[in-house]
Each structure stands twice: as C-alpha cells, then as structure tokens.
C-alpha cells in the first residue's frame, strides 16, 4: 500500500495539513528529506558538478559461483582440474568458457571476463562483505553486521536516494543480500526493497509479485493526484519541496510495472522458466527511468551456488537460465541504446576449490573468484587477466575487491576522494587504500 499520510495537525480548507504534505517528501527514518536533496543536487549541478546518469545491475551468484565451469574452463588441466561441464568458444578469438554458457559465448564482443580475481576470504559471510563493501570482515561468518557501506549505498548517499527527474530511487534491492545495505551511512540509503521494507526510503511497500496488478499500486496514487490538482497545495512551497511530491507521483511508479511491457519481449526475458527474466526485465526498466543501482540475487535452489557434492547437475540447472536471461538483457540493452550507460556486474563470494573434491563437488575458495562485466562504458571483449595453469590463484596481477569498487566509482561517476562521517564523527574514505580502477577496463 501507500503510506503518504502524516498524524494530522492543523486543516487547511480542504481539510489537508502541511504535516501531510511534507510527509511525502520524507525518506527513511532519519529526518534528511527528499527536497534537501535534491537541493544538493541542484547545488552540485551549479558548481558544474552534475551527476551521471550511468547505472549498475549486480547480479549476485549467491553461495560462491563457481570460476571454472563459468568463465575460466581449464580445458588444458588435468580432469581433476578442468571444467565438468567442458567449454564453448566465444566471440573472442581464442577465448573460451563454460559449456553451458553458449549464448553469453557469443555475447563474449560485449563482456569482460576477469579472471585473477582474488580476495582470500573463503566464508560467505565474509567472502560477501568483502565483495560488496571493498573491505574484509571476517566476523561476518560469526554473524557480525556489515561495518562498510555498500556500492548501491554509497550512489545514493552521492546522488540523493530518488532520481530528481523520475522520481524512481537510486538503489533498488530486487532480493535479498547480506552487507548491501548502508551500514553507517545511515537508514536513509538502504535499497528500496519491492519485497520487504521499501517504506524506509520511500514510502512505497510493494511486494515483487504485486507489481503486475496496477491497480493495487496507482489506485491511491492517482486520488492523491487529483486531489493534489484540486487543492493547488503546491501553490506557495518552494520549488524543491514541489519536486518531491512531484516526484512521488511520477514515472516511479511506472518503472515497476512490467504489464506496460510487450508481452513477447517478457516471454522472450522468461523463456528459460525462472524468475531471473522478469527481475533483469525490471532492472532494465528501473535504470531506464533514472535508478543508479539494483542488486538481485540469482540463487537456483536453497543453497545456490554452494555445491559441495554433485556438481554437474546442479550446474546443468543452475547455468542455463543464466545464460539465457543475461544474453536477452544484453541484447535487449543494445538495441535500446543503454549498454554503454548500464554497466552489468556478475560475482559472488568466491570461487571453487580447483580440485574436484571426493563427491564430485567443489569447495569455498577466495583465493581466486568469478567475475564478469559487461557495458557501462568500459573496454569489453576481452580477458583480463589470468589465472595459474589449474585455477587456483591468479598469475596475473591479483585484481581485487577494491579495484571493483574504483571501477563501479569511475561508471557512476563518484569522486574517489569522496569521504563521510561515520558513526563516530570521523571523516572516511569511501574507497580503501590503493583502490584504483581495473585499468584494462578504463
């Protein structure tokens, strides 16, 4: 439902209260409204300081995706080593990858496979913070919260946590993550969640399978509309505090309908049979109007990716909607004319041990993890880096963490000098030390 409504003070003649009125320009719990910021932005903007309209989609392999059957085959190794599920060759002459990829395969012109990804932390917990936030935490495994803020935290805190033309928020959180949330920047940045607590940053609570009904989400909407219209309640407010009740009646609540779609564009999205389709088809539609960050984690069973024991079925189910979900999103992205503006993360935790194990499985490793990117702007059509001749560790120069992070800075555009103040009252960098961009990639 829709929550725009305030405890009432006193009436106007309509019987509206300006409590209730500047209810809707209030973002989370802490007090900082929406017309603040899109006051700093204005002010950004004059100082010739104007943010960019670039977005990331993360797509998270929750449980530690695999390197070798993804992206780094080893068709060369001993078969203990080497892909279960064999290799494919791609666009990019020489290169191959897992052989249950054939459609990203012949999208490889458009990736970027890093291949000496490297962090050492080999806990989920851990292994998760570490890639989300740039920094270790070890304690994770032991159940300690996130400490850093997180990638889609930081662009809202740098952009303001709704787009000021569409009204649609920053981060979006399609499916739940450990340590994507704001941490110490506060309740104000978290992700917009369609399947949970999205009130905390716009007072929209949406679960993701209600989105195809409209009108259980514009019905009050479009009373308050009218309303609004009848009253000429924005007569009189200064023009950020117009914009943000503005913006709460505006495309945002257009983005997440995916009924205003062509159905054979989502048939086509979903004909791998998951829910992976529709979540990139909406995370499409959220960058498209304005949304910088939008996190969804693809988990094709209880325990994702984290396959200790049988490896190849698991993957013979896990992969192919994978790579036909993130193939029709690459595809739809370029003939939309947004690849170069939406920049496609592919990762998690860690990779797998190298070694096939006893059962046919494979183990935790964070010595060497699966990365893959594509668009944003970024040099794609290659390998970047490498990896030793079984996989274990990279060869090449460790790419790590935080060079991720600098990367994700450089396509959203955030300063690397950018600092906050943390819970403490102490000024911090957002970017670890020695963070720098993958310069194969810039």
């Known amino acids: 439902m829709l929550n725009f409504w305030g405890k009432p003070l006193a009436k106007n003649c309509e019987g509206t209260s300006r409590r209730e009125f500047?209810?809707?320009?209030?973002l989370g719990l802490t007090g900082f409204g929406l017309p603040s910021l899109l006051q700093q932005r204005a002010e950004a903007a004059d100082k010739g300081q104007p943010v960019k309209d670039t977005s990331v989609v993360w797509i998270w392999l929750g449980g530690g995706a695999t390197h070798i059957e993804t992206f780094d085959p080893k068709m060369d190794a001993p078969s203990e080593f080497r892909s279960v599920v064999g290799s494919v060759s791609t666009s990019i002459?020489?290169?191959?990858?897992?052989?249950?990829?054939?459609?990203?395969?012949?999208?490889?012109?458009?990736?970027?496979?890093?291949?000496?990804?490297?962090?050492?932390?080999?806990?989920?917990?851990?292994?998760?913070?570490?890639?989300?936030?740039?920094?270790?935490?070890?304690a994770a495994d032991a159940g300690a919260g996130p400490i850093k803020p997180s990638f889609g935290a930081i662009a809202s805190r740098v952009r303001g946590t709704n787009?000021?033309?569409?009204?649609?928020?920053t981060f979006?959180?399609?499916?739940?993550?450990?340590?994507?949330?704001?941490?110490?920047?506060?309740?104000?940045?978290?992700?917009?969640?369609?399947?949970?607590?999205?009130?905390?940053?716009?007072?929209?609570?949406?679960?993701?399978?209600?989105?195809?009904?409209?009108?259980?989400?514009?019905?009050?909407?479009?009373?308050?509309?009218?309303?609004?219209?009848?009253?000429?309640l924005l007569d009189g407010q200064d023009k950020?505090?117009?914009?943000?009740?503005?913006?709460?009646?505006?495309?945002?609540?257009?983005?997440?309908?995916?009924?205003?779609?062509?159905?054979?564009l989502r048939d086509k999205y979903n004909g791998a049979g998951t829910?992976?389709?529709?979540?990139?088809?909406?995370?499409?539609?959220?960058?498209?109007?304005?949304?910088?960050?939008?996190?969804?984690?693809?988990?094709?069973s209880y325990q994702g990716w984290d396959m200790h024991e049988k490896i190849e079925p698991q993957l013979k189910t896990a992969c192919p909607p994978l790579d036909h979900a993130v193939a029709t999103f690459l595809e739809d992205l370029q003939q939309r004319g947004l690849?170069?503006?939406?920049?496609l993360v592919i990762t998690g935790e860690f990779g797998r041990t190298p070694r096939i194990n006893p059962v046919a499985g494979r183990d935790h490793w964070g010595p060497l993890c699966t990365l893959a990117l594509a668009g944003g702007g970024l040099k794609m059509g290659q390998v970047v880096g490498e990896s030793s001749s079984k996989a274990e560790v990279p060869k090449s120069e460790p790419i790590q963490p935080k060079h991720l992070m600098a990367t994700i800075f450089h396509v959203l555009g955030i300063d690397p000098h950018t600092q906050y103040i943390d819970q403490s009252g102490r000024p911090q960098f957002l970017l670890p030390d020695g963070a720098s961009p993958?310069?194969?990639l810039v």
């Open 22 to 26: 500047l209810k809707v320009g209030s």
């Open 93 to 138: 002459p020489g290169v191959e990858i897992g052989g249950l990829l054939p459609n990203l395969a012949q999208m490889a012109n458009r990736m970027a496979f890093v291949r000496s990804f490297a962090h050492g932390n080999s806990g989920h917990g851990g292994g998760t913070h570490y890639v989300m936030t740039g920094t270790d935490h070890p």
């Open 163 to 169: 787009n000021s033309e569409s009204g649609v928020p």
């Open 172 to 232: 979006v959180r399609l499916s739940g993550l450990y340590a994507d949330g704001p941490s110490w920047l506060g309740a104000a940045y978290a992700p917009f969640d369609v399947g949970g607590e999205a009130r905390r940053n716009m007072n929209v609570n949406v679960d993701l399978n209600r989105l195809g009904d409209r009108r259980s989400l514009l019905s009050q909407v479009d009373r308050l509309d009218r309303q609004v219209d009848r009253n000429g």
């Open 240 to 264: 950020f505090g117009g914009q943000a009740f503005r913006l709460i009646l505006s495309r945002a609540k257009e983005a997440f309908d995916l009924t205003r779609e062509d159905p054979r």
């Open 275 to 300: 829910g992976l389709g529709d979540q990139l088809l909406l995370a499409r539609r959220l960058c498209e109007a304005g949304c910088g960050f939008v996190t969804l984690n693809y988990a094709n």
């Open 339 to 343: 690849s170069e503006k939406i920049l």
């Open 438 to 440: 993958i310069r194969e």
